[in-house]
């Protein structure tokens, strides 16, 4: 398998052999990705159209009922579905070509304001009233990662 095909790697850094910040950017597009669809970034078992996963889900990104569809279901229940749609929309910013990529900064506040609209339950708010919607889908998930110390309860 090329270095490529793993799917974290940018398509301008396996066309010209350079990596960057915009290509970290990507990756981690891309890893957000995994955290909405549970889908590995490459897998050859699925069909050839769905074998990358970028390429798969950035046409379905902004398609409301696409994006129903394609979210993991252990996660589908926990968030409403503006926060999944506002957090499509930063996936694809991360995901879209170089030259259109925001500054990580912006990601990162783009990921603290819907955090903190989704666990104030301001502007996406869940049927479900349990708290924090994140501690009830990602920070609840069984991985092998730690969360940070600043994040502990």
Not at 20 to 27: H, L, M, P, Q
């Amino acid at each position: 398998m090329a270095i490529g095909d793993t799917g974290y790697v940018a398509p301008e850094c396996v066309q010209h052999g350079m990596d960057g910040t915009k290509g970290d950017i990507y990756a981690f597009g891309v890893i957000l990705l995994e955290l909405l669809t549970g889908k590995r970034p490459f897998d050859s078992l699925r069909p050839r159209e769905e074998q990358s996963l970028v390429k798969w889900a950035s046409s379905q990104l902004h398609d409301n009922e696409s994006l129903e569809q394609m979210v993991d279901p252990s996660i589908k229940l926990t968030l409403s579905s503006r926060a999944l749609s506002r957090f499509a929309d930063i996936v694809s910013l991360c995901v879209q070509p170089e030259e259109f990529r925001p500054p990580m900064s912006e990601i990162v506040e783009s990921l603290t304001s819907l955090m903190l609209k989704a666990g104030t339950g301001k502007s996406y708010a869940t049927d479900n009233k349990e708290g924090d919607p994140f501690d009830r889908s990602f920070r609840s998930t069984y991985t092998r990662f730690l969360g940070s110390p600043a994040m502990s309860h």
